[in-house]
């Protein structure tokens, strides 16, 4: 299996709105892959048709070698794990950003064995020690007996981080990973994102001969991409413009087209940055 996740020709229409338009690409099995583009453009949508959490109008999407629609999705599910900033439970059991505030930072990790928000089951002593060792893998050995609700926002989400690995998924989602934390948050996020792709490339076997774990990135900013970017899409009004290489796909122009507003880009130790002259504000103040 080449890919990990499918997708050809999908559209999603909710009442009179197109949501996404015709999407077809292919996220390459033991890649990071980043989606790009602004709020409101499908991205979020596009990750719930790959975990089956919204039905599509027309199209296919193949995920792990199942076929949404005629698989098992429970049993997928458990093969995924998602981290984004949502703390609505509505999507509990897709979203694995959902816990119980009140659980210690490793029974919040331990719940990603289970997917579950409040940790109902016994772990085995294997389990406390994978969770514990994932905590201090993201940075977080210090804060193992700390109450989840206790921690900062950028250290709930790297536990939630270690949250949706514990269980060593094919597939990790990072849904707009970042949003709402401040630089050093941020960064402290990217770090750990960074760290597990490095180890993946170093280690690309998962135990027992499971294929290599699959990434897929999503934000609105350029600078979160990973050095160790595959593959990135630029996406907008529910459409993928653009798929390639990172080199080939962020330039200026195309960046520009995918936000609405006249940006240049550069590259600096492995990293995209995105400049906005003052100059473009004449055109946005006058949309």
Sequence with gaps: MNSAVSICDLHL????????????????????????GPNGCGKTTLTRAITGAMFFTQGSVNVLGETIGDTDIRALRRRISVVNPTASTAEAHVTGSVVDAELSALDATLTGFFGTIGLYDVPTADQRDRAAHMLREVG???RITHRFSLLSTGEQRRCLIARALVHRPELLILDEPTAGLDISGREHVLATIEAILESQEQAPAAPQGAPPMTVLMITHHVEELSPRTAQVMLMRDGQLTHVGKPADIITPESLSATFGCKVFVR?????????????????????
């Design 13 to 36: 229409v909710r009442g009179a709105t197109s949501i996404l338009r015709g999407v077809s690409c292919e996220i390459p099995t033991g890649s990071c892959t980043a989606i790009l």
């Design 140 to 142: 977080l050995g210090h």
């Design 267 to 287: 590259r600096s130790h492995g990293r995209w940055w995105l400049e906005v002259l003052p100059e473009a504000w004449i055109d946005l103040t006058k949309a």
